[in-house]
């Protein structure tokens, strides 16, 4: 498995190793430096996941146990209604983190049968969880159309779940935005960078690991991607995106800008002078239409949302060429901006003119360069295999040579990464 340790200075050293292992270390570190994240690789199977959160001090009225009791009952509800599981709270690991001024806590599903074909999957079925729940506030009638989604809570408890932020508006206390390709996802016992708050065994959380209630055994089942033995047909929920507008995602490629053609220069440089001089281009995305090209470019390092009007904090926007109307408009990930769409602008004739017919250096392409908050695996670069305790790897860390206490000399940096990833 991968994992990702973040230091001191924000730069965060990447390690694959056997689960058991990483815990046997990770275990002994201080509390205050453990800042530890499971990765979600892409196109990995996993559990249902969810990261709960809210601001205490303008949503004083919720009782947390409440409003996460009432939520597990309607994506129960859900997963009966859609796949045939029947689950309870009971099959749920609950962790928390929570602070005197922010509620947050992960639940992690823990049903055999509730296997995912991977996270993307699993945040297309948390969307629509999510959309119902909309649904049902603004309009309680909608309960009747499909009463078994909502059995075991009323209305009331249903808006509940609904939450002020302290600069967004209103907003559901489920986050959405934590199923992207290659995830980083908070450890049980890790804390945030520069706080004091570790995910611990939440005070309501019911769930029990079966024989083994060790520590060790509470952390592997904390894991998304530790699932033993795959089911032979995992869950899946929705649309193929990748199928439905790319082709199949195995025929995807990782690039460096001096691969790409002339032309995709001339639309990088466009799109980088929007972003500028904080930006940078993460990947692209190309479609195809009859009358030319759509190109998405995901950004990084530039928020500016112009539906909010400022940065986002965390969720990253994305520029939308399009030429069959040979105009560019800003989109964003984040999920209180879904559905919003700048105003289009009009497109310089430079960049209109190799977007509104077909070229084939753009066809069906997903180009993605690199992000530094993630990992793919196809760019990991191999610095040795772990075996049980204290075993050697081929071309690294001699683990049995560790003091007790003591972390490996093992990972790779951020810069070490990119440099790997040009290479590849």
Request: proline residues 4%.
């Amino acid at each position: 498995m991968a994992f990702a340790f973040q230091q001191n200075s924000g730069q965060r050293l990447f390690l694959v190793a056997h689960p058991a292992i990483f815990w046997h270390y990770d275990s002994y570190r201080k509390g205050q430096v453990r800042c530890t994240y499971e990765i979600i690789p892409e196109n990995t199977p996993c559990k249902i996941y969810f990261d709960l959160e809210y601001d205490i001090r303008v949503n004083t009225p919720r009782v947390p146990v409440k409003i996460v009791n009432s939520f597990i009952v309607i994506v129960s509800n859900y997963l009966f209604h859609y796949f045939n599981l029947r689950v309870d709270k009971s099959n749920v690991l609950i962790l928390d983190s929570s602070t005197d001024v922010k509620f947050s806590c992960h639940l992690i599903y823990q049903c055999k049968e509730a296997i995912f074909r991977d996270n993307i999957n699993v945040g297309r079925f948390v969307r629509q969880v999510c959309a119902g729940i909309r649904e049902v506030i603004s309009d309680p009638r909608v309960i009747d159309v499909n009463p078994e989604l909502w059995r075991g809570v009323t209305h009331a408890e249903i808006c509940e779940l609904l939450v002020c932020g302290r600069k967004d508006g209103e907003k559901l206390f489920c986050d959405e935005s934590v199923y992207s390709k290659n995830r980083h996802f908070r450890l049980y016992r890790s804390t945030k960078l520069g706080k004091n708050a570790p995910l611990l065994l939440s005070d309501f959380n019911v769930y029990t690991p079966v024989e083994d209630t060790s520590q060790e055994k509470l952390f592997l089942d904390s894991l998304i991607t530790c699932i033993g033995e795959v089911p032979a047909i995992p869950l899946q929920f929705g649309c193929q995106k990748e199928v439905c507008f790319r082709g199949e995602t195995a025929n995807r490629k990782i690039s460096t800008i001096s691969e790409v053609s002339v032309s995709h220069c001339v639309l990088e440089k466009f799109v980088t002078e929007l972003i500028s001089p904080c930006g940078r281009i993460r990947k692209r995305t190309v479609t195809s239409t009859p009358k030319g090209q759509r190109i998405q470019f995901d950004i990084q390092d530039y928020r500016f949302c112009a539906k909010v009007g400022r940065h986002h904090r965390s969720n990253n926007i994305y520029i939308v060429l399009d030429g069959s109307r040979g105009t560019w408009y800003q989109k964003c990930h984040d999920p209180d901006c879904i559905g919003f769409q700048s105003v289009e602008r009009q497109l310089p004739p430079e960049v209109s003119f190799i977007i509104e017919k077909e070229d084939p250096d753009l066809e069906r392409e997903d180009v993605s360069l690199w992000e530094c908050s993630s990992v793919s695996d196809e760019i990991f670069v191999e610095f040795g295999t772990f075996g049980d305790y204290g075993g050697v790897s081929d071309k690294g860390t001699t683990l049995g040579d560790c003091e007790k206490g003591d972390v490996p000399e093992f990972g790779i940096g951020d810069n070490d990464l990119l440099f790997a990833a040009t290479k590849c």
